[in-house]
Nanobody, 121 residues
Framework: QLQASGGGLVQAGGSLRLSCAAS????????MGWFRQAPGEEREFVAA????????IYADSVKGRFTISRDNIKNTVYLQMNSLKPEDTAVYYC????????????????WGQGTLVTVSS
């Protein structure tokens, strides 16, 4: 089970850190990803991290502004979001992938409930 939190309202240029807490004892065996879905838009990939935390991938739209990390002791994955833009407004979802890093939502078996991020201009 995945529980995302940390969303909220922030002004453009501001920062937020999202957290996703996972239950279970095999957290480190899963690659973890963040996706987002804006109103009226399809879900899109944001970032992902391997089980060990040694490798990450990002969408071009967030590269250099967002950082994904994880703490396998706390069973938690984070998404640090800096220099936020109004176009980052979306519901953000965390997800767990038992395989290798992927940008495809279909590769992820487990999904959190989402947390809303609103960036005002």
């Amino acid at each position: 089970q995945l529980q995302a939190s940390g969303g909220g309202l922030v002004q453009a240029g501001g920062s937020l850190r999202l957290s996703c807490a996972a239950s279970g004892r095999s957290f480190s065996m899963y690659a973890m990803g963040w996706f987002r879905q804006a109103p009226g838009e399809e879900r899109e990939f944001v970032a992902a991290i391997t089980g060990t935390g040694k490798s990450t991938i990002y969408a071009d739209s967030v590269k250099g502004r967002f950082t994904i990390s994880r703490d396998n002791i706390k069973n938690t994955v984070y998404l640090q979001m800096n220099s936020l833009k109004p176009e980052d407004t979306a519901v953000y979802y965390c997800a767990a992938d038992p395989g290798v890093l992927s940008r495809r939502g279909g590769a992820y078996d487990y999904w959190g409930q989402g947390t809303l991020v609103t960036v005002s201009s």
